[in-house]
Structure formats: C-alpha cells, structure tokens
C-alpha cells in the first residue's frame, strides 16, 4: 500500500540521521575513554580506533531502538500538527492503518537488533578483550611519559618515571607498585631500561640500584633489600587466553548455563528484539497532538519514558544476577509493564474503523 510505503519512508529518514548523530557522539565519548592511554604510550593509535569501532557495534542495540522510538514520535507528531492524519482518515484511513505500519517497520528493525544482540555484540566484546589484552601484553616501557602515573593493564602495575633519556632507551628516578589481596611490592630504582628476550619474546625491565619492597598487609611484615640489577617480568608477547568473559560468551553457551549471571546476559540478549518493537509501538501514542501544536510537543515525554524503562530493565538484570529474583520474572517485568502501558495507550485506537 502506497501509505505504507509513504510511512516508512518517512520513519527511516530521521531514524538514518538521529542513529547517525548519536554514533558520532558516543564515539567522541568513547574516543575521550581511550586517548589518554594513547597519548601516555599504553595504547596504539590504531588499537584505539579499533576499540571505539567494537564499542560503537555494541552500543547499536540500545541506540537503534530509541531512535527507532524517537523517529515515530517526531514523525507521526508532524503528520498530526500538519492535519496530514485528518486528511488520511477523510480519505478511508485510519489509526490501525498506522499501527500497522509501524508494526511491520519495527519488526524488520527488530530483527537487526536481535541479530546484533545475539551475535555482533559478544563478538564485538571478544574483540575488545582480546585488543586490551594484546596492548598490556605490547606494553612499551620506553612509550611512557615521564612525570606521570601510569596504570597499566589488569596486572596493576603503577609506573612514575622522572625522566627518559633523548634516546628513550633508558628511564631515571623509576617507581613501580604492584599490588595484589595479599602483596604489595614497591622498586625504587635510579635508572631502567626495557629488555625482550630474541627467543621466547618475554619482555622485562632491568631496574638499575635501587630498593625492593615487599609489604605483607595481613601480617605487618615489611621485607627490605637493595639491589644493584633486578630484572621485573613482564607480561609475555603472546597472549594465549583471555578468559571466560560472559559478556563476549557466545548466545549458545549461555542457554544452559546454571550460572545467575549467564541466564540473565542470555535473556538481556533475546529481549532487545521485543524492547525494540514495543519502543516503536509506544511511539505511535506518545506522538499525539492537536493540528498546529509544536511537532514535538512529546519528545521530551517520550524521553522520560525511555530513561525509566532502560534504567528499570538495568536494574532488573542486576537483580537477577544478584539472585534477588529468578528465571521468572528474570529480566521481563520491565518489558511487561512497558507492554501494559502500550495496550493502555493504545486501547481508544482500537474503537477505529479499517480502512477502505
């Protein structure tokens, strides 16, 4: 039907342009996250840029579908200001006409939404797992900045350097902390350079006269001695393992797992399709208004609306996780109570006649 394509069209123009706008802010956003490591020499320009990408892949799932929600409010809000509705239903249309028409759109969106959620995204979290892991196993002691702290990696080592020769092969007034539940360990060392074995690719530092601490918090022991070469190994070069990381998990293996938190990423996944047509449904109620009010007088609605339904599906995946609720209701109360307003809403549009 003519109107339907009409509809559709006009849905997914401003649905194109706001996803745009928002993936060029998250990315920004995202850049800020990782550029500080760059410019410290922790990370490559080329793996940051490659992070931002997976974190933007990720983010899809929830920016589709509000966009999707925003673009059917500012869209069917401009048909009614415009009289446009009125027009359509002088001609034989009606408000079914439009449901259905943004039914039949939500659900093609949702399907790319699934796909992403199902497999995109764990596979976008693998990725960025394994970047992060191969730029602490990469960590290049020379790359650093002098005057500044520096965390490095999941190991916790903390790094301050005074000073790095012109030549950036040797570093002077070296402090390096690292820490566990039980161990704290803290070199002073006047000079150190970096060193990788030819064969095996082990990196290490040769730390140069200096003191070696080791304090045993538990017990208040503090062991001293002083060295004159002490070498601190480093991450290995090759990474074999990153890990059972739920999140980059696949669907799949999430199925049966009997594990709290493994049951509830797996529901998070499946629901994004739901969420995504419901959005879009919600979107046909909240863009109501009278002919020449402003096109969109119920953005700002529809924006609360999103913010206390994303923080609520928040909350209840934690919860599940956490184990205050089970498998039921799981993650899917949210979804019903957005379900319940939907029908609500949705109720007086059902006294109206089909069209010819």
Known sequence: MLINRYLNRE??????????????IFAG????????????????????????????LIALEVLIPVTLFL???????????ESEVIAMQASGLCERTLISSVLRLAFVVALLVAALS?????????????LKADAEANFDFSRLKPGRFHEIGESKYVVFLENIHANQERAEGVFIE????????????REAWQEIDPVTGEKSVV????????????????????????????????????GYRRKAASTMSLVSSPVAEDRAEFQWRVSTGFSTILLGLLGIPLSRTA????????????VVIFAIYYNMTAIAKTWMEQGVVGSF????????????????????????????
């Open 118 to 130: 199902l497999y995109a995204r764990p596979w976008a979290y693998e990725q960025s797992y394994w």
């Open 71 to 81: 673009s059917v409010i500012t869209v069917l809000g401009r048909l009614h200001a």
């Open 329 to 356: 209701p799981g993650i899917w109360w949210p979804h019903a109570l957005l379900a319940v307003l939907l029908i609500l809403l949705l109720k007086p549009f059902g006294s109206g006649f089909q069209s010819h």
């Open 291 to 302: 002919p020449r009010r402003g096109k969109s007088a119920n953005i700002f609605m529809g």
């Open 178 to 189: 690292q820490r566990n539940a039980s161990l704290r360990k803290i070199i002073r060392a």
């Open 29 to 56: 956003y995202s850049a800020t996250r990782y550029l500080p490591d760059a410019a410290d020499g922790l990370m490559t320009g080329k793996t940051v840029l490659a992070l931002v990408f997976l974190k933007i």
């Open 207 to 242: 730390l140069h006269d200096g003191y070696h601490y080791e304090i045993l918090p538990a017990v208040g022991k503090t062991s001293l001695f002083r060295f004159q070469n002490f070498r601190l190994i480093l991450t290995p070069k090759e990474i074999e393992s990153i």
């Open 11 to 24: 849905i997914l123009n401003p649905l194109v342009t706001i996803c745009s706008i928002l993936v060029v």
